[in-house]
């Protein structure tokens, strides 16, 4: 069963616009959900996260937007740069077992000049 | 701060052997989990240790095991490996927080 969703596999964007990447949560236990990139042979890097308490939250070119009603996160990347180029995962957890995090299937992101 | 540390970074292994990984988390962090990442199931949650003591734990059978040591430095034993545990395994380490950060991982490949 697979409680966080991330629907596209793949997203390409021109330099310069936004990129939107969706992710959707079946766990209504789920109050706190992160954003992660992630190179080739690299671990995931941490991007942004947003409690359950917020709706919004933005840090530079990076905001993540949540619906909870619509169980349903995205996370915008305005501009979008090439480096950007990169597989994006959504995670969540429930902070009551904190450190538990459920990651969807991800996205990736390619970038094009 | 140095990041997260992950050794050994590859290793192939033979089927029925066992293999022990090792992770050094970033200074003054005190929880380390481990993943397992593979092209069909994705990133998995295997567990977590918290101040020496298991905290938390995903659905894995026993033959994946962990430990952490009084510096927080944890290690992860597979035992009687099979094919299927070829995978990326990644560890990473947070505080109070629950942003978490991981290192490079481990390949384990299994022949």
């Known amino acids: 069963d697979q409680q966080v969703k991330q629907n596209s596999p793949s997203l390409s964007v021109q330099e310069g616009r936004i990129s939107i990447l969706n992710c959707d949560y079946t766990n209504s236990m789920f109050d706190y959900f992160l954003w992660y990139k992630k190179y080739p042979a690299e671990g995931p890097t941490f991007l942004i996260s947003?409690?359950?308490?917020?709706d919004k939250n933005e840090d530079g070119r990076f905001t993540v937007f949540l619906n909870k009603s619509a169980k349903h996160l995205s996370l915008h990347i305005v501009p979008s740069q090439p480096g950007d180029s990169a597989v994006y995962f959504c995670?969540?957890?429930?902070?009551?077992?904190?450190?538990?995090?459920?990651f969807g299937t991800g996205t990736r992101l390619q970038v094009t000049l | 701060k140095a990041g997260v540390t992950q050794t050994p970074r590859y290793l192939i292994k033979t089927r029925g052997q066992q293999v022990t990984l090792s992770c050094s988390p970033i200074s003054g962090h005190r929880s380390v989990s481990w993943y397992q990442q593979t092209p069909g199931q994705g990133l998995q949650f295997l567990f977590e240790?918290?101040?020496?003591?298991?905290?938390n734990k995903g659905n894995f059978p026993g033959r994946f095991s962990g430990r952490q040591f009084s510096n927080s430095r944890s290690e992860m034993n597979v035992s009687t490996l099979e094919l299927g545990d070829s995978a990326l395994y990644l560890c990473?380490?947070?505080?109070?927080?629950?942003?978490?950060?991981f290192g490079p991982g481990t390949r384990l490949t299994v022949t």
């Open positions: 995670a969540a957890m429930n902070t009551g077992t904190a450190s538990k995090l459920t």
């Open positions: 240790y918290f101040s020496e003591t298991q905290r």
């Open positions: 947003i409690s359950s308490i917020k």
């Open positions: 990473a380490s947070g505080t109070n927080s629950y942003e978490q950060y």
